[in-house]
């Protein structure tokens, strides 16, 4: 989409930055005196930058028709909000009356009339002498004849006087702004009236009878206009009490005969502000921007009506609704807002900081807070307390929402996102009557046409995480002056030290243990984990290879004799940051509800009880983030990976470390018997079981087997034939048992023997399995040596019939795979010389990223030899 500025061009002022209050506040005065700026000075001008709305164009209508002597409204009453336009609207009619060429391409009803002004910032009564000066009949009088010669007397004049006076110079338009400033001013001038010993009055109740016969007498004039302008409120006055005082008596006074007219109204505000800031905008490059923003919308689920939603945006923009409508019903409802006024100042700056941005549209959260001339356009309305709440959770480089920012994905991270919406928060905060935002409505102030809005809501839910002066309140998100619990949270966050931070830590490891394995949690010293045949889950504090290879080499003085026992859980270190800081906020609400001294709210306390909840259930995820590297020693360490937990996972670490190292063949359940005469029993007549298994305990990277299931395969081994059972005794070897089940209990002297021994003497010993073996044969070659592929030991034929060939198509269970290859491939190739094993891979229902792909799975392949047939991934 087009950026703004190249669719709707700023004037010139805008853009060069002269954007000082004085071009927005208009001066009747000044315009009279011919001082004022240009764009008020310059009737054309004024003219060309003013949007007649409505009621301008009603106010200009009835006052060319009263002073054309066409009858009319005789006295107008001009009453909005400050700032609501009524100087602009006197300027209009000023310029439509004085300069009436100039004005008529824009006004055609335009003539030329006597023009009177009255300014009361400007006309200041005094007391010299005995004499008062600066009376409003005086001034009136001044300006319609040059001199002031009948109206010199204190006392207001009378309607006759007044008649004579006005009634010579029609068409006479009477223009008085800002009468109760000096009226204000007039209630102080007394003296003078005291030395005429006219009695108990002054120059204020004077001027409010001369407002009456005034307005009287130009009732009975046709063609004099009386136009005056009205407060709707006094909080701009230092006595505000006396000042409403004075304006219910002007009103009094003025509402006999007066009409009140409203010169912006409704959504003209729109027209107004894209007036005044705006040259020219191309309207077909503006509904295309509105266009693609109001199908953005509905897709989303944002609008009731994308008919009436088009329409309003094609009158805002380049501004969004929301950004006009927070500024003039929210921030206008302020009792010190100038409403049109304060609006198109703070729009002209925001346009000016925006002229070289590629933004489509201006919304609510493109206000760049930290620009201090817009800062302070704002903080003058709601006090310098909100300041500090700026610089900590939105303007500073360092502020809280730029910190939610750097946590979210990479695809919105640099898009400054959490800064926006606490941008458009702030703004939504302030109003005379309801504060805060829905989530709705920051997903329309906020939402891009490149991001989804469910973005918007993990960002608002981020923020109410982290930032210390945003409150969520029936359903709307506010910032206010007062600390959340986000501020208590941190404070107590940074009171926790290293030690109670690191026994909080051993205590959720050892919580969350279990007994899957033994399990010992961060020792200090070798010592502190045993040395006896049970399979070991050593849990490290740190990842320390210097300790983790002193454990797995020492214990105590003497060197680790059951090294194949050990397993370590070790913590990934670039998840530790993120452990340790959940963990510092687990402790702190835990403080915070246990500190008395704070005076919470039911509220709070909900919110702190739920957060201790919330943050129980997750204790379990996430110390698995952090542990999740399972070391295994081997001739080399070796790791295995737990990868990314699995929400809702509940198993005790020591029983996952478990499952996965039987899945990855680390521990077996069973030891298949060709692997024990291939392996072990290679050279061999017989093997002794309690050296087999204590060589199996010491020796890394040897099949780790439990006592229980160590026995269970040998039992099994020998029912099914595929060695025997005996016992050693003087040298010499016993088969007591082959093809039934012995009874076996790792003594020293137990055996297991070659099957074709025991089956020779079995066919030479009276047909039973029991008797003598000579002396045993030589020892073959170490524990954990592997036969030849192919190779076989010399010895008896087995008996026929013979299978020749072999062709499987399986399907292997998850897990099994080491079995399989142990069991049934080892078989065939031990049997036959030539072995194809083609597999057929499917994984699907995870993800694997493109980089962890190619170096594991690719570079094994390619180190093993194996030919790739067919490949294809998808992402």
Known sequence: MKPFRSVAIPHRDILEGRLTMDVFAADLWEVYRGRAPEDYRDPEIFFRKTYLTAGLKNLLSVASKRLRGEGGDPV???????????????IALYHAFTSPDSVRPYFKGAMKANV???VGTAISPKEEGGRIEGTLWEEIERQLEGRVEEMTHPISPGKEA????????????????EVLE??????GIKRGYSELRIGDTNLAAQTIAFMQELTETVKSLDRTLLVVTLPSSVVEYPDEERAQELLLKLQKVAGRIERVYSPVSGDEIYDVIRRRLFSEVDDEGAREVVNEFVDYYEKEGLLVSKAEYREKMLRTYPFHPETIDVLHKRWGSLPTFQRTRGVLRILSLVVH??????????????????????????????????????RADVTAWDSNSRKVDETL??????????????TAIFLYSFSGGERGATLGELKLACADVNIPTSVITEVVEKLSGSLYYLWKEEGRYVFKSQPNLNKLLVSKMAEIEEPELMEEARSLVTKYAGSALATYVWPGAPRDVPDGEELKLVIMQRYDLDLLKRILEEYGDNPRVNKNTLFFLAPLESERYGFESWLRRKIAWRRISEDRSLNLTDAQREEIDSNIKAMSGEERDELRKLYRVVIVPAKELKEVSLGIPTFGDRRPLSLEVFEKLKEEGEIVERLSPVLITERYMRDRDYLELVQLYRALLSTPGEPRIRRDKFIASIREAVRRGNFGFGYLEDSRVRCTVIESTPEISLREG?????????????????????GELGPAGPVGGPIGARPPVGGTREGPTPEGPFITSVSLSLRIPRG?????????LGVLEDSFEETEVVISLKAKGGRISRSRYEDTVRETLTQIGAEILEEETEE
Do not use: W
């Open 76 to 90: 107008i009453q001009i009453q909005t909000p400050f700032g609501g336009g009524k100087t602009h609207s006197l």
């Open 116 to 118: 009177v002004v009255i």
């Open 162 to 177: 007044l008649r004579e006076l006005l009634e010579k110079h029609q068409p006479l338009l009477i223009l008085m702004d």
């Open 182 to 187: 000096y009226v204000a001013k007039a209630a």
């Open 353 to 390: 900081r925006l002229k070289d941005s590629s933004a489509p549209l201006i919304r609510p959260c493109d206000f760049d807070l930290a620009f201090d001339e817009l800062a302070e356009e704002l903080l003058k309305h709601i006090g310098r307390e909100y300041e500090s709440v700026l």
């Open 409 to 422: 994905g990479s695809a919105y991270k640099g898009l400054g996102l959490a800064t926006k919406v606490a």
């Open 750 to 770: 137990e055996v297991i023997v070659r099957k074709e021994l025991c089956e020779e003497k079995k066919r030479t010993g009276e047909g039973k399995a029991e």
């Open 816 to 824: 099994r795979f080491s079995d399989f290859y142990r069991g049934v």
